[in-house]
């Protein structure tokens, strides 16, 4: 059953360039338009299911807080409708619907009046709230005169512990110190478990991968696609880097290259073609590089994912990738603790100046664990050029427990002050990590423990 569902929703603003044509068009008996429409929201459409977990995701601009304040009727849509099963509790704005004047006890019990609970209901809710925000006797003073952790924390413990059927969340998931975000993260954990479903806005790339069982990208007020955290993650960052297209008038429904599940709009993948196939600008093929006389490439002997997200302006192509363990020989199986080499091979079809070279290991879900570039390491190419091949080696030791992982490169660099991707390669290779000892989390510490036995008497 849906809890949410948006149908053909768009928001249009009217933009007059100056006040007086405001009311010039109000009293014109012609009807003369004085202002031009701005799409906040153009025919967006998606469906949450009870329980799920889904994030929406896009750059400024798109409109991802917009459609939150329609679904939740702080906003009326221009055309279409939203259809919300059960009640909801709301975090646009921190505090947004508190009384400056009142205390936090007061706040407390008129935001919950405002969701529809009674007295009775949130006498039985308030003690959880109050523990939860830990303000002490503050609790008891007018909100104006709080800090604004101490404001935060209130709004964020009444939002999440009033038991809603819907949690909807705009950039306001951790707040606090980080005794307060561990908290909040716990609580996160304890609401997707009891069935809760949430929606949540963030450019918290990392959370929305912990999290969400869908993501939506939205770009520009228009859809664009909806799928797999990881996968989303990655199309959002292509757009970041201006790789992707417009978004279309259609949906359709991807049969391959970015994943089953995923719903996407129709022009916005006219680049994956060329991208995904690894075509370049002039449509040629180029996902295997040219090859000189007698030469084997590194990556015919590692485990390739024939479903990679590449893409670039094509003035470089990532020609080839290598994993060599501590003793040299080509591989994908590294074992942990031990050094490894991570090489690309590089090949400029233009000049380009200061290119910069990158790699990301991810895990399964997506989220990016580590990687590092040559302009962080200080490695940097004054300008690389047209027909020139460069090998790029990262020697590091392995630190992650045993387990799979998904390498990504990179060739970036900048153009007249802005970002540019000359080739990107997402989830190319994986990564296997061999461990006879797995610590807890992520990575090992590489701890040296002493035990001491000391007597009694010491």
Partial sequence: M?????????????????????????????????????????????????????????TNGSGKSTILKIITGVLTPTTGRVAVAGRVSALLELGGGFNMEYTGIENVYMNGTMMGYTRQEMDEKLPEILEFADIGEFVYHPVKTYSSGMFVRLAFALAINVDPDILIVDEALAVGDVFFQAKCYQKINEICKSGTTVLLVTHDMSTVIK???????????????????????DLYKKILANQADVPGAYDSVSEGGAGDGIRESGAEYGARDRTEEGRSRDGQKTDEAPRKSGETLWKTGLTLNEQKLKYGDGLA????????????????????????????KVRFAEE????????TIKDSKGTELTGTNTLIEDCQVETAKAGEEYVISFRQNMSLQGGEYLLSLGCTGFEGGEFVVHDRLYDVVNITVISNKNTVGVYDMNSKVSVEKRGADD
């Fill in 211 to 233: 999290y969400c069982d869908k993501v939506i990208v939205l770009n520009r007020g228009r859809f664009v696609a909806e799928g797999p955290a990881g996968q989303m993650v």
């Fill in 352 to 359: 380009v100046t200061a290119p910069i070279f990158a790699f």
């Fill in 2 to 58: 849906s809890a949410i569902k948006v149908d053909q929703v768009t928001k249009i603003y009217r933009l007059f360039a100056r006040p007086i044509d405001r009311l010039k068009e109000s009293l014109n008996p012609f009807h003369k338009e004085y202002h031009r429409k701005f799409y906040a929201l153009n025919k967006i459409s998606f469906t949450v299911e009870q329980g799920q977990f889904v994030g929406i995701i896009g």
């Fill in 317 to 344: 192509e990532i020609a080839d990738v290598g994993l060599f363990d501590h003793n040299g020989e080509l591989t994908s199986l590294i074992l942990k603790g031990k050094p490894f080499t991570l090489k690309m």
